[in-house]
């Protein structure tokens, strides 16, 4: 079968590094994809906003599966167009992927279907949301309700902060994703990502990771999409998960399918983990950058048939299975990021992938010369397994240190967490 993925980054060359193992897989294209993509599928430049020319590109090639990368394209009906057109696509539809476009839609869902997850209130005015506050105590959780690219949420200390940042948001600097604000409660705890595939009816679990969101080590700095990632998440347990799989997500599965929006694709569970238990902080609509590298790193099942099965309505009875290995990520950014990154740096990555090292390219491309360099703001997604955490870790490391990138950084301290954890567990 010819299948199409849509995407550019670190998650689509992962994505694209497993569906072109499968045997199911005849040519395998990427629009737009990537210098490593282009390495294993054929990259062509179809625009995302063009629905037909996806479509008649489609026609054209036979494609008998699309793969849809990335939140922006299932937000704005992609998916719903494509199926109009009678492909089969591994993403929702755009009502369902409110889930991600909307915070106020999930909350609301939340608070029909019973879902532990912090108190709100949907706010849709600065004096009403100055008066919500109110109703809260610090710190403030503060959020713009659509798409802001992971940076639509404001934690502020003190009322005269979260009153500035109320101003911001209404003042149009998330443009039209602020037009409305959601007001938390905070929730405190440890953050973990659980994945389950669904068809709208059947769920299979898919793995666990935790993302390391801050850009400077020992997690301080601003927010970026994501400096590095390991999988499983030892402090998501097996009788946690079950938890997260019978409070969170079939409860989410049921009420979607109920209001007549079955949701289909993968379902990202950002959770915190309370003294109350797991918790929802949010849902995104599509795989985590960089935690699906982590999760392709250790899947061993076929994910073309996994896909397929979810998006024709048939995942009832499959089963993904994993390595019980960890899978750790390193992101390599370019200098500047999450700022302004700098642009042209250049890349050496002769030896990287020694020792089973795997390097998943995000903004990378080539010069006029040919010569591989730096595109954008997180660049290479370094990648290794191990018996557990701190061997990925240092094979992963071992692999940051024969990769030539002088203009870019990433964190020494990926996987900390559980180090630590692994440290005392030995010393016991
Ligand atoms: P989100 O984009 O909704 O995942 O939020 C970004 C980050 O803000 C999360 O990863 C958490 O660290 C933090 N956060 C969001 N909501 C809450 C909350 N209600 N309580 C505490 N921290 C939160
Ligand atoms: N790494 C966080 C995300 O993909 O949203």
Same mark, same amino acid.
């Given at each position: 079968?010819?299948? !199409?993925?849509?995407?550019?980054?670190?998650?689509?060359? *992962?994505?694209?590094?497993?569906?072109?193992?499968?045997?199911?897989?005849?040519?395998?294209?990427?629009?737009?994809? $990537?210098?490593?993509?282009?390495?294993?599928?054929?990259?062509?430049?179809?625009?995302?906003?063009?629905? +037909?020319?996806?479509? #008649?590109?489609?026609?054209?090639?036979?494609?008998? !599966?699309?793969?849809?990368?990335?939140?922006?394209? %299932?937000? +704005?009906?992609?998916?719903?167009? %494509?199926?109009?057109?009678?492909?089969?696509?591994?993403?929702?539809?755009?009502?369902?992927?409110?889930?991600?476009?909307?915070?106020?839609?999930?909350?609301?869902?939340?608070?029909?279907?019973?879902?532990?997850?912090?108190?709100?209130?949907?706010?849709?005015?600065?004096?009403?949301?100055?008066?919500?506050?109110?109703?809260?105590?610090?710190?403030?959780?503060?959020?713009?309700?659509? !798409?802001?690219?992971?940076?639509?949420?404001?934690?502020?200390?003190?009322?005269?902060?979260?009153?500035?940042? !109320?101003?911001?948001?209404?003042?149009?600097? &998330?443009?039209?994703?602020?037009? /409305?604000?959601?007001?938390?409660?905070?929730?405190?705890?440890?953050? *973990?990502?659980?994945? *389950?595939?669904?068809?709208?009816?059947?769920?299979?679990? &898919?793995?666990?990771?935790?993302?390391?969101?801050?850009?400077?080590?020992?997690?301080?700095?601003?927010?970026?999409?994501?400096?590095?990632?390991?999988?499983?998440?030892?402090?998501?347990?097996?009788?946690?998960?079950?938890?997260?799989?019978?409070?969170?997500?079939?409860?989410?599965?049921?009420?979607?399918?109920?209001?007549?929006?079955?949701?289909?694709?993968?379902?990202?569970?950002? @959770?915190?983990?309370?003294?109350?238990?797991?918790?929802?902080?949010?849902?995104?609509?599509?795989?985590? +950058?960089?935690?699906?590298?982590?999760?392709?790193? #250790?899947?061993?099942?076929?994910?073309?048939?996994?896909? @397929?099965?979810?998006?024709?309505? $048939?995942?009832?009875?499959?089963?993904?299975?994993?390595?019980?290995?960890?899978?750790?990520?390193?992101?390599?950014?370019?200098?500047?990021?999450?700022?302004?990154?700098?642009?042209?740096?250049?890349?050496?990555?002769? +030896?990287? /992938?020694?020792?089973?090292?795997?390097?998943?390219?995000?903004?990378?491309? %080539?010069?006029?010369?040919?010569? %591989?360099?730096?595109?954008?703001?997180?660049?290479? $997604?370094?990648?290794?397994?191990?018996?557990?955490?701190?061997?990925?870790?240092?094979?992963?490391?071992?692999?940051?240190?024969?990769?030539?990138?002088?203009?870019?950084?990433?964190? #020494?301290?990926?996987?900390?967490?559980?180090?630590?954890?692994?440290?005392? *567990?030995?010393?016991?």
């Amino acid at each position: 079968m010819n299948i !199409l993925l849509l995407g550019s980054g670190g998650r689509e060359h *992962a994505l694209a590094w497993k569906l072109a193992q499968s045997p199911l897989t005849d040519q395998l294209f990427a629009a737009p994809g $990537n210098p490593g993509i282009a390495a294993i599928a054929k990259c062509v430049p179809l625009g995302v906003k063009d629905h +037909d020319a996806v479509i #008649r590109f489609c026609a054209e090639n036979v494609v008998g !599966l699309v793969v849809i990368g990335p939140e922006a394209p %299932l937000v +704005d009906g992609l998916s719903d167009s %494509l199926r109009l057109a009678g492909l089969a696509v591994f993403g929702p539809s755009q009502a369902a992927a409110q889930l991600e476009g909307s915070k106020g839609f999930t909350k609301d869902l939340c608070a029909r279907a019973g879902i532990p997850t912090a108190g709100y209130v949907r706010t849709a005015s600065l004096e009403e949301a100055r008066a919500a506050l109110t109703r809260f105590a610090p710190p403030y959780v503060l959020k713009a309700d659509g !798409l802001a690219a992971g940076k639509g949420v404001v934690i502020a200390e003190t009322l005269a902060e979260a009153e500035a940042a !109320l101003a911001d948001m209404f003042g149009g600097s &998330f443009g039209e994703a602020g037009a /409305e604000v959601v007001i938390e409660e905070f929730m405190v705890g440890e953050e *973990a990502s659980f994945f *389950a595939l669904t068809d709208g009816t059947a769920i299979i679990p &898919f793995g666990s990771a935790q993302d390391h969101k801050r850009v400077g080590d020992g997690d301080v700095g601003p927010n970026t999409g994501g400096m590095g990632a390991y999988s499983p998440a030892p402090v998501l347990t097996a009788d946690l998960q079950a938890r997260v799989i019978a409070e969170i997500i079939a409860p989410t599965v049921a009420t979607m399918r109920a209001d007549g929006i079955p949701y289909q694709g993968v379902l990202y569970a950002g @959770l915190m983990l309370t003294a109350a238990g797991p918790k929802l902080i949010e849902y995104n609509a599509r795989f985590g +950058d960089p935690e699906c590298q982590v999760l392709m790193m #250790r899947l061993e099942s076929d994910l073309v048939a996994i896909m @397929l099965a979810c998006a024709l309505g $048939n995942l009832t009875g499959i089963e993904a299975k994993f390595s019980d290995q960890t899978a750790l990520t390193v992101v390599m950014a370019a200098k500047g990021y999450p700022g302004t990154p700098e642009k042209g740096g250049a890349i050496d990555l002769d +030896d990287a /992938e020694a020792d089973g090292a795997k390097v998943f390219h995000a903004g990378t491309g %080539l010069n006029k010369d040919g010569a %591989l360099v730096a595109t954008g703001g997180r660049v290479l $997604n370094v990648t290794a397994m191990g018996p557990d955490v701190t061997t990925a870790q240092a094979r992963a490391y071992a692999a940051v240190d024969r990769i030539g990138f002088a203009s870019g950084f990433c964190r #020494r301290d990926i996987g900390w967490r559980e180090v630590a954890r692994e440290a005392a *567990a030995a010393q016991e």
